[in-house]
């Protein structure tokens, strides 16, 4: 046996997994090692004080139906039996990354087995907790079994002398194996080609693989038991064997399966609630993603680049999100008329490490979380199942992904995967309506109810700098534009760029747009971004941000503000603590495209305009096909949102408006009685221009421009985009305060 050398000061020393079909040959290994005069002193790495050492088999298993890579720990060959009489356990998938490659060549390369170093770990009787149970008068041996939690009963330890732990193996890091398997096979090439002008003619010039050719015969004796076995309980009892926990587990997968099918038909015809499907490319240290985002920001899917697929969150969105990635200027083609492949389930794809995962969607849930009912090998073209009703849906499922199955099995998860699936039936929501943290005083979170404090995710705050000493700028607005653009945003005024003061909300250095109001460029990002995000869900974090949302109306905006009105402070300058409350009631407000959910959410995300719903700022809008018809504050009709934002603009700042007053007569440009949206006290005109799009409005904004330049009228016009601007727009008629 070939033996890889391992160093026990430096190496790895991984246990493997242990299946209970393989106990026996673990038990009859393990009992064979255990002498007295065989233990010694464990090495530094061990966790444990005493073990003793052993060699074993490293077999490749490319029978293996989960992992063709899979290596067999086993008993050396000298101990007798076939392979899989002697097969103990798998190596982990991390000891295959390290080990599978080499150990696969070698083998192959060489015909002949390969093996490493170990130990069997010890430890005192008197660290076990049956020690103690048994000192208690409890059988601890009563009813036991040797299975793959306890192979060893506590008499046979206590026959020992020590209590029986984990069989470990000593592992070589990756790239020292490789250079080992490298050099050795070399040097065997060498040798062998300096011999082959003394090789007899005829002689095979590679041993056959011993190895290979001992798992085939084990398995084909293994099959004629299996077969003879059948064979005779059908002959005496009409079935092809005794039932087994396996073939139970499987009739219950089978059975839970059933009512699946029914409720993905449901789910089938239903809406799938994604709004405004984009595609956006983002790069982080040269990794590119190509994501599918809806208009709130969740990750309805990703193109994994270069060559696909795409995966979804919810597969009804194909159509849409194969057009959204078109327009993105991604070259991709539709799997099949997707119109024929209606039967698919409520699942995703989940492609990592070359294996295509397919989890059975759960709202709320995050991917990694979601129960496993099959997997796709793309390399084999194999798909995997674990239960016989999902074998058609999966099919389509992957044929909707580009790929047709070659062959489709069923099979049983793996232990762990069992496990998974169990906590994922019982799993709550995971996605935190937190986007970012905030590090604002406690003394400054007291302008918040208590109630809501905690949804400003506050971290612990900066010891607050002396009067005397503040420490340096972490961004100086005059080398970072991101944050002077911010400031400048927030205030509408130039930063002082010589100035420096703490910042009010977070006691970090910081600059100002505006005299005695500094805040961080971190404060800012969060008052324009937000700290929480709508999650799909609602919860305590709901009502902090109806609360946020109705200060906000009442202190700034005397009514419903709109989105792009949240990013100026509109209250008086002069008032530093109302600053402060504006900035924080910023902070709890989500906004469009803070989500960036990769998760599946138990409702849409909601719009602007449903928040404002939901605070009862919109009790009396009715929609028209021109918007939403509402009464500002002050009692004017208002044929859109967008109108009512700008009359309750000068409402709030008593700005003397009347609505609707007629534009002068003229015999071509107004023959039909023009009205203005608003005239101010000095006889301006406002116009809110809501539907430049419409080519019979721009005709009629055309005409009412050129009426008030011949009439010499005074015409402000805004736009939704200059919602934000509305302070500067009408700067000529608010008080000084907020100039």
């Known amino acids: 046996m070939l033996m890889i050398p391992g160093d026990p000061t430096q190496d790895f020393t991984p246990a493997f997994a242990v299946f209970d079909d393989s106990v026996p040959a673990l038990r009859a290994f393990v009992l064979r090692h255990l002498r007295k005069d065989s233990v010694v002193p464990a090495p530094p790495r061990a966790k444990c004080d005493i073990v003793i050492p052993i060699r074993v088999g490293l077999v490749p298993r490319p029978d293996n139906d989960y992992d063709s890579r899979a290596v067999s720990v086993a008993a050396p060959p000298h101990h007798g039996g076939s392979v899989l009489d002697r097969h103990m356990g798998y190596l982990y998938g991390s000891s295959l990354h390290i080990m599978s490659e080499s150990i696969h060549r070698l083998t192959e390369q060489t015909g002949t087995p390969v093996g490493c170093h170990g130990w069997i770990e010890l430890h005192e009787l008197e660290d076990d907790g049956y020690f103690y149970e048994e000192e208690d008068g409890q059988d601890v041996d009563e009813g036991w079994e040797p299975d793959r939690d306890r192979p060893f009963s506590w008499a046979e330890q206590k026959e020992f002398g020590y209590g029986i732990g984990s069989v470990r193996v000593l592992l070589p890091a990756r790239e020292r194996v490789r250079t080992l398997v490298d050099d050795y096979l070399e040097d065997r090439r060498r040798t062998k080609a300096a011999g082959a002008t003394e090789q007899p003619s005829g002689t095979a010039s590679t041993p056959p693989s011993v190895v290979e050719q001992g798992l085939r015969r084990a398995l084909s004796e293994r099959l004629v038991i299996l077969m003879r076995t059948g064979l005779h309980h059908r002959a005496t009892d009409g079935t092809w064997g005794r039932e087994t926990d396996r073939d139970r587990a499987r009739q219950r997968r089978d059975a839970e399966a059933l009512p699946l099918l029914r409720a993905w038909d449901e789910f089938r015809e239903r809406p799938h609630g994604f709004r405004g499907l984009r595609a956006t490319t983002r790069s982080v240290y040269q990794h590119t993603r190509i994501l599918v985002l809806d208009e709130t920001g969740v990750e309805v899917g990703r193109y994994h680049h270069p060559d696909g697929p795409l995966t979804l969150v919810d597969e009804r969105t194909r159509a849409e999100a194969l057009e959204a990635l078109r327009t993105h200027g991604v070259d991709v083609d539709e799997p099949e008329r997707l119109e024929t492949l209606g039967e698919f389930p409520d699942a995703t794809v989940v492609a990592r490490n070359g294996i295509w995962s397919i989890r059975l969607s759960k709202d709320g849930l995050p991917l990694s979380a979601l129960p496993e009912a099959g ?139 505006r005299p005695g109001l500094y805040y961080c460029h971190g404060c ?23 609360h946020a949302v109705r200060r906000l109306a009442a202190i700034e905006f005397s009514g419903p503000p709109s989105l792009a009105q949240l990013d100026r402070i509109s209250v008086p300058f002069t008032d530093a603590s109302l600053v402060d409350e504006a900035l924080l009631c910023r902070f709890l407000v989500p906004r469009p495209g803070s989500t960036l959910l990769s998760t599946r959410p138990a409702r849409p995300a909601r719009t602007w305009t449903e928040w404002l719903q939901l605070a009862d700022l919109l009790k009396d809008g009715v929609r028209s096909s021109m918007g939403t018809v509402t009464v500002a504050t002050d009692g004017h009709l208002c044929r859109s949102l967008f109108e009512r934002h700008v009359d309750d603009f000068l409402h709030h700042w008593g700005v003397a408006h009347e609505p609707e007053p007629h534009y002068p007569r003229h015999p071509e440009l107004n023959t039909t009685g023009l009205r203005a949206d608003w005239r101010l006290a000095d006889g301006t005109f406002v116009e809110a221009l809501g539907l430049m799009e419409r080519q019979t409005y721009a005709a009629k904004v055309a005409r009412k421009r050129e009426l008030a330049r011949l009439a010499g009228l005074r015409l402000v016009t805004v736009t939704a985009q200059d919602l934000h601007r509305l302070p500067e727009i009408f700067a000529d008629w608010l008080p000084p305060a907020t100039r």
Not at 476 to 496: C, I, K, M, Q
Not at 537 to 546: F, V
Request: charged share 25%; glycine share 6%.
């Open 375 to 513: 997997w796709y090998d793309p390399d084999s073209g194999t798909l995997t199942v674990y239960a016989g009703p999902f074998t058609e849906p999966m099919t389509v499922l992957l044929r909707r992904h580009g790929v047709s199955p070659l062959l489709v099995t069923r099979g049983a998860p793996r232990e762990d995967v069992e496990r998974h699936n169990f906590r994922a039936t019982f799993a709550a929501s995971e996605v935190s309506p937190f986007s970012r943290s905030s590090r604002v005083t406690e003394a400054v979170r007291r302008l918040i109810p208590e109630r809501h404090r905690r949804w400003l995710n506050a971290k612990p705050a900066e010891p607050a700098p002396s009067d005397d000493f503040l420490p340096p700028l972490v961004d100086d607005a005059a080398d970072n534009t991101y944050y002077r653009r911010a400031l400048e945003s927030l205030f509408g005024a130039p930063v002082d760029l010589e100035h420096r003061g703490p910042c009010r909300l977070c006691g970090r250095s910081a600059q100002s747009a």
């Open 524 to 546: 800012c990002g969060l008052a324009q971004n937000g700290v929480l995000r709508d999650n799909g869900a609602d919860g305590e974090w709901t009502e902090a941000i109806l």
